[in-house]
């Protein structure tokens, strides 16, 4: 695609979702990490289920570092797989009490050097929290990137380079959002809505096979 219809595909996208912001809910980067990491494998709105239990019982890193394996596996039990999480959340914590005095890093190597941290997790951070440019790209953004032909990549790193190269002066963090809203009202895996859609005379996928 070219760089002025993707600029297009970008201000419509914009216009359509003047809301759209991460849908984890958190008060502090640290919160939005534990969230983040908790939420592999299981959707955002149910991590908002248990995380005001969790940061009332355990609100900083120092608190959670110490905490019981078996008392943090009760509060993110209804997620499932919760001796794995559980796990994860505490040793974040204690990475960041040990390594960063209980400070969440803003660089992508330091984040990603936390347990269960991955780029898309730092992106997140980084973007959300510390307003630096960062497309997070989960299946959604990996999605409509493919069908708005903006890469041919099923790998998430490769997606993101594509799309960075392509809009290198777009707000990426912003993006990330309102392509996870598309992806999730309209443009959606399995039945996209092209009818409706507000780019349905920009989208190159149109009519043709869903990936």
Same mark, same amino acid.
């Not at 002025?4 to 809910?25: C, E, F, K, N, Q």
């Not at 974040?92 to 330091?110: E, I, K």
């Not at 959300?128 to 998430?156: I, K, Q, Y």
């Given at each position: ?35 983040? #990491?908790?939420? !592999? +494998?299981?959707?955002?709105? /149910?991590? $908002?289920?248990?995380? %005001?239990?969790?940061? *009332? ?32 959340? #505490?040793?974040? !914590? +204690?990475?960041?009490?040990? /390594?960063? $005095?209980?400070?969440? %890093?803003?660089?992508? *190597? ?80 399995k039945a996209p809505r092209c009818g409706e859609c ?14």
């Amino acid at each position: 695609m070219d760089t002025a219809t993707a600029h297009r595909i970008v201000d419509i996208l914009r216009a359509t979702y003047p809301d759209a912001r991460t849908s984890l809910d958190h008060t502090s980067p640290f919160e939005l990490l534990v969230a983040t #990491v908790l939420s !592999a +494998q299981t959707t955002d709105a /149910r991590v $908002n289920t248990i995380t %005001p239990e969790l940061f *009332r019982r355990w609100p900083t890193p120092d608190a959670l570092a110490t905490a019981q394996i078996d008392e943090v596996e009760a509060v993110v039990r209804p997620l499932g797989f919760q001796k794995r999480r559980a796990t994860q959340a #505490v040793a974040v !914590a +204690q990475h960041l009490v040990d /390594r960063y $005095n209980g400070d969440v %890093p803003r660089g992508a *190597r330091d984040l990603e050097s936390l347990p269960g941290v991955g780029r898309k997790t730092a992106n997140v951070i980084r973007g959300n929290c510390f307003g630096e440019p960062a497309l997070t790209v989960d299946t959604h953004v990996g999605r409509l990137s493919r069908r708005f032909a903006w890469s041919a990549s099923d790998n998430p790193a490769t997606v993101e380079k594509d799309v960075c190269a392509l809009l290198p002066h777009t707000d990426w963090t912003q993006l990330s959002h309102d392509m996870i809203w598309h992806g999730r009202a309209v443009c959606t895996a399995k039945a996209p809505r092209c009818g409706e859609c507000v780019l349905v005379a920009l989208c190159p996928a149109v009519g043709v096979e869903r990936s």
